[in-house]
């Protein structure tokens, strides 16, 4: 991301990830600090350190290895409610590479930056969607709270990814936030 910055000329950039782009998201603002502007993250984590997490992402890294085909069923299961978005991620896993996927899930699994996050020093907005759960609405609290003045906001009626499932509610949440801190953005 630092390298297309540099090569598009921006000085510094308001970034935002969703999910597995949140965790990327995190790191870049942590590594960039004065390349970081503003920092919107929705649906994600700054650590896999619970056991629920944990087995979450070991067991998503297992079906991965030893029978892809429950990752389908797996998201029709999950995203029962949201078929398009069903389809998406089935069509995109369809495309992925299983040993690159599976090379992305393992660090993901070990991805820690937690400690780092109170260095960030700018406007900061985190989203979470209500439908996984109180587990998963807390994982993205502890990113809010490890930030220095960072908002947070439980989107009802969305999950990871919030743009997609909520992307009305999404959206004006995201939209209010730059409106907030239009002066902050370095132009």
């Known amino acids: ?36 502007d503003m920092l919107i993250l929705a649906d994600t984590f700054s650590e896999v350190s619970s056991l629920k997490a944990g087995f979450g992402g070991w067991m998503q890294w297992l079906t991965i ?8 069923t797996s998201l029709e299961w999950v995203y029962g409610d949201f078929p398009g978005i069903s389809r998406y991620f089935q069509q995109t896993f369809d495309l992925m590479n299983n040993d690159q996927l599976l090379m992305a899930r393992a660090a993901l699994n070990r991805f820690y930056i937690t400690p780092r996050l109170s260095n960030l020093h700018i406007p900061t907005l985190i989203l979470a969607g209500d439908l996984f759960g109180d587990w998963f609405v807390d994982i993205n609290r502890r990113i809010a709270d490890a930030i220095p003045n960072a908002q947070f906001v439980i989107l009802e009626k969305a999950m990871d990814p919030s743009n997609l499932v909520n992307p009305e509610r999404f959206n004006n949440e995201v939209l209010a936030f730059f409106d907030e801190h239009e002066e902050s953005i370095d132009h």
Do not use: N, R
Request: with cysteine; hydrophobic share 50%; proline share 5%.
């Open 65 to 72: 290895k030893i029978a892809p085909g429950l990752l389908h």
């Open 1 to 36: 991301m630092m390298e297309l910055a540099e090569h598009l000329g921006l000085g510094s950039v308001a970034i935002a990830g969703v999910s597995m782009g949140g965790a990327i998201a995190q790191q870049f603002a942590c590594d960039y600090p004065a390349h970081a």
